[in-house]
Each structure stands twice: as C-alpha cells, then as structure tokens.
C-alpha cells in the first residue's frame, strides 16, 4: 500500500512550483514570466509565425497561447504583422521584444545553471530521461 506523501503527482506538483517560483524570480528582473520568455524564444527562433505555429513549436493550444501573448503585444514586445486580407497573423518581436527577449534569454540560462548545478551532471540526465517517460504516451 502506498503512502500518501510517496504520492508521485503531489509530489512532482511541488517539485514543478518550486523550480517554477526559481525560473520567475531569475527572469523577473527582464520583466516577462518564465512563460513568456519561452514564447518570445519560440518568435524569435521562428522570425515570424502565426499562433498556430508558435503553438505548434511550443507545444500548446492556440487559446491559451493567444491568452499569453496578450500582455506581451500590450507591453509593445510582439507585434501582428497581418497581412491585409490575410486571414491569419504573422506575430513578430518589436524591436523592444528582441531586447526583452536577450535580457530574459540571459536570466533564464542563469536558472538552467543553478537548476544543473543542484542536479549535477547525472542528475540532469535521469530528470531529462524521467520527464521522458513520465510524458510519453
């Protein structure tokens, strides 16, 4: 019988809020969500896309994608370059974006470092082959 705190969601939930609260307080300084930073990597890596695409390459649906980038087109950081008449956007970085983007790019491979750091080099290889596993299927 299992223990309740041998519980391997609950305890992979805390394990994912902490090394989540890390990535925001190491990129807050940038000014974007560790969320955020991801979506102006995936942009910036794309040179444009539509919110298909970036979705596609971010692995998420286009709602909750478009919800994200709201702020991120308020703050002046992407910029729908939509063709007239066309029937889908291009999304790409503002000139302030691809500041932003190089800020938190610089913040976020501190978070990687610490987070490597603490796991060590075997370490960083079981995570990466247990998130595999636990997110195949």
């Not at 919110?51 to 971010?58: H, K, N, T, V, Y």
């Not at 913040?107 to 610490?114: M, T, V």
Request: hydrophobic share 40%; aromatic share 6%; proline share 4%.
């Amino acid at each position: 019988m299992w223990n309740p705190e041998e519980c391997f969601c609950m305890r992979l939930k805390r394990a994912s809020e902490k090394l989540l609260k890390l990535y925001t307080q190491t990129i807050a300084p940038a000014g974007v969500t560790p969320v955020q930073y991801l979506i102006l990597l995936r942009i910036h890596e794309l040179q444009s896309g539509s919110l298909r695409e970036i979705a596609d390459a971010m692995g998420v649906d286009r709602s909750t994608l478009a919800r994200t980038i709201r702020p991120l087109e308020k703050n002046g950081l992407v910029k729908d370059n939509k063709p007239v008449g066309a029937r889908n956007g291009v999304l790409v970085l503002t000139y302030e974006g691809e500041e932003v983007f190089r800020n938190a790019q610089a913040l976020w491979n501190e978070a990687q470092d610490i987070v490597a750091a603490r796991l060590g080099e075997e370490g960083v290889d079981k995570y990466s082959e247990f998130l595999k596993t636990v997110t195949a299927g």
